[in-house]
């Protein structure tokens, strides 16, 4: 999500939530869920608030929530029913907690920030530390921002000193164990809030040796082809955060895969289940955790 921008289209809503441009117009028709300006030509827009709803819409029809319940909901009870359903998947471990762990990137204070994070890294290692807690802790920061309960900037705090912790700890990257191995190819093709995510799986990936190409920011997936023809690669790990990415970019993944001749193809933060068959070249990961596995299974 670009920093800054408070002025939406329909495509924006879309590849923010997931949820089909057709589907929104059609919500907003049954159900008045947004209420869009239009420009002289008609075109829908949306401000930051509608947004923020069509996020919450679609995180609780994700966990099961069915749209015509959820329009009935008014904007505080939508809001709370979004903080009931996060808090249920918070960690169980009670010596971690979120809201006191928020309270000082709500203040802006990046010691107090990092300080409170730092026993958990060091007892755990960044690894599980992010799976358990860091990523965790970055999707309930979403969540406040959507319901209202942080601003942009502290949503963003929040990200930049996670996104630094996992920087330090790649400057402390030890030779790994095993050397030499191939190369893998990292590309981010569609959202700027999975950077950290990218960030971290780079880490994992040069911690056991690989030869990690990554130019980070977004990059379009024909670019794959472009950094191939620079610098040939085995394993290939895409971002496929966008709701669309299933139905539209995975044939064209598998395609290059078998062109180029790729190993294994990881598609990570993936939203939910394809309605394609995948061949055995394409692996699915939906969060860190899984991405650890799938990284550890690569032969």
């Given at each position: 999500?670009?920093?800054?921008?408070?002025?939406?289209?329909?495509?924006?809503?879309?590849?923010?939530?997931?949820?089909?441009?057709?589907?929104?117009?059609?919500?907003?028709?049954?159900?008045?869920?947004?209420?869009?300006?239009?420009?002289?030509?008609?075109?829908?827009?949306?401000?930051?608030?509608?947004?923020?709803?069509?996020?919450?819409?679609?995180?609780?029809?994700?966990?099961?929530?069915?749209?015509?319940?959820?329009?009935?909901?008014?904007?505080?009870?939508l809001?709370?029913?979004?903080?009931?359903?996060?808090?249920?998947?918070?960690?169980?471990?009670?010596?971690?907690?979120?809201?006191?762990?928020?309270m000082?990137?709500?203040?802006?204070?990046?010691?107090?920030?990092?300080?409170?994070?730092?026993?958990?890294?060091?007892?755990?290692?960044?690894?599980?530390?992010?799976?358990?807690?860091?990523?965790?802790?970055?999707?309930?920061?979403?969540?406040?921002?959507?319901?209202?309960?942080?601003?942009?900037?502290?949503?963003?705090?929040?990200?930049?000193?996670?996104?630094?912790?996992?920087?330090?700890?790649?400057?402390?990257?030890?030779?790994?164990?095993?050397?030499?191995?191939?190369?893998?190819?990292?590309?981010?093709?569609?959202?700027?809030?999975?950077?950290?995510?990218?960030?971290?799986?780079?880490?994992?990936?040069?911690?056991?040796?690989?030869?990690?190409i990554?130019?980070?920011?977004?990059?379009?997936?024909?670019?794959?082809?472009?950094?191939?023809?620079?610098?040939?690669?085995?394993?290939?790990?895409?971002?496929?955060?966008?709701?669309?990415?299933?139905?539209?970019?995975?044939?064209?993944?598998?395609?290059?895969?078998?062109?180029?001749?790729?190993?294994k193809?990881?598609?990570?933060d993936?939203p939910?289940?394809?309605?394609?068959?995948?061949?055995?070249?394409?692996?699915?990961?939906?969060?860190?955790?899984?991405?650890?596995?799938?990284?550890?299974?690569?032969?």
């Amino acid at each position: 999500m670009e920093e800054g921008i408070n002025v939406f289209s329909i495509k924006d809503l879309e590849n923010f939530s997931g949820i089909k441009a057709h589907t929104i117009r059609i919500w907003e028709k049954r159900y008045g869920i947004l209420d869009p300006e239009r420009t002289d030509t008609n075109i829908r827009t949306y401000n930051e608030s509608e947004l923020k709803k069509i996020l919450n819409v679609a995180y609780l029809n994700r966990n099961g929530l069915k749209i015509s319940k959820i329009a009935r909901l008014s904007e505080d009870e939508l809001t709370q029913k979004v903080m009931t359903v996060s808090s249920s998947k918070d960690n169980p471990d009670h010596d971690f907690q979120p809201g006191k762990v928020l309270m000082s990137a709500i203040r802006f204070d990046e010691h107090l920030f990092t300080k409170t994070l730092e026993p958990f890294i060091r007892a755990r290692g960044i690894e599980e530390a992010y799976c358990l807690y860091l990523h965790p802790l970055l999707l309930k920061a979403r969540i406040l921002w959507q319901t209202g309960s942080l601003s942009r900037a502290q949503e963003q705090f929040i990200r930049n000193v996670i996104r630094q912790v996992i920087t330090v700890e790649e400057s402390r990257l030890k030779d790994p164990e095993i050397k030499n191995r191939p190369a893998v190819a990292m590309i981010n093709t569609s959202d700027n809030l999975c950077e950290n995510n990218f960030l971290f799986y780079k880490y994992v990936l040069k911690r056991r040796g690989y030869d990690v190409i990554y130019t980070g920011g977004i990059l379009p997936a024909s670019e794959v082809v472009e950094m191939y023809r620079i610098k040939s690669f085995e394993y290939l790990v895409v971002n496929s955060s966008g709701f669309d990415f299933a139905r539209k970019k995975i044939a064209y993944f598998s395609n290059i895969g078998k062109s180029l001749m790729i190993k294994k193809i990881i598609l990570t933060d993936f939203p939910g289940k394809s309605d394609q068959k995948l061949n055995e070249r394409i692996l699915v990961a939906s969060d860190p955790a899984e991405l650890i596995k799938c990284v550890d299974n690569l032969v």
